[in-house]
């Protein structure tokens, strides 16, 4: 079985500060990790993604993330917040024989002016 | 390029009403997937086809629910005999070849309501 841990429902940091989305996950085998954001009465939009290779994955609109095996974290991560980086952030995990996505219950990032 | 669509945005249903969710995924992806979102929480896996096949349909939660591809493209989620938990909104994804490694991208979902 696989699943994904998002410890924090509520994000908040100031415009210009760094930000952190921590995200756990459990899988058999090799991880396929995932991040999302959603908008408002949107659908979801792909961040980045971690397969293999370089522990550390840069996404769009600046995020990257660090995968670490020994923690089982893939946290997402911002230098700079911006106010528009407001929104519903999704973790997901995926093992290699799977074709269904395991999400977490989502992480609200609040960033304030 | 177009993305995922999905319609009919919204349904409203009563229940025990039949309904029909559809899903036009990216031109040319093998694989496409279904999940529900209930407010407050992740989406939540139902089926998954490569094809024209059910790959994975280990997350239908009853006989109610039901999905086909009977062309490689288009899909419909079929849900028998409404009830008002399956009130929530339903995503489709696609592909390129569902691998485990692939993105999947989302449509914008259709939001079913059950009264």
């Known amino acids: 079985a696989q699943s994904v841990a998002q410890p924090e429902d509520q994000v908040n940091v100031a415009e210009g500060n760094p930000l952190t989305v921590k995200c756990t996950y459990s899988?058999?085998?090799?991880?396929?990790l995932f991040w999302y954001v959603q908008y408002p009465n949107r659908g979801l939009q792909f961040l980045l993604k971690y397969i293999t290779g370089d522990n550390l994955v840069k996404g769009s609109y600046g995020f990257e993330a660090e995968f670490n095996k020994s923690q089982t974290s893939f946290h997402l991560k911002k230098p700079s917040a911006l106010v528009s980086d407001s929104a519903l952030y999704f973790c997901?995990?995926?093992?290699?024989?799977?074709?269904?996505?395991?999400f977490g219950d989502g992480t609200t990032l609040t960033v304030k002016p | 390029g177009a993305g995922v669509s999905q319609t009919p945005s919204n349904k409203v249903t009563e229940k025990g009403k039949y309904v029909e969710l559809r899903c036009d995924p990216i031109?040319?992806?093998?694989?496409l997937y279904w999940y529900r979102q209930s407010l407050g929480q992740g989406p939540e896996f139902l089926i998954y086809?490569?094809?024209?096949?059910?790959?994975?349909d280990s997350g239908l939660p009853n006989d109610r629910f039901f999905a086909v591809r009977p062309e490689g493209s288009v899909s419909t989620l079929k849900i028998q005999r409404t009830e008002r938990g399956d009130s929530a909104v339903y995503l489709c994804?696609?592909?390129?070849?569902?691998?485990?490694?692939?993105?999947?991208?989302f449509g914008p979902g259709t939001r079913l309501t059950v009264l």
């Open positions: 086809f490569q094809g024209t096949g059910a790959a994975d």
């Open positions: 031109s040319g992806h093998t694989a």
């Open positions: 997901a995990v995926r093992a290699a024989n799977a074709g269904k996505s395991t």
């Open positions: 899988v058999s085998g090799n991880p396929y």
């Open positions: 994804a696609s592909s390129d070849l569902g691998l485990a490694g692939d993105t999947q991208y």
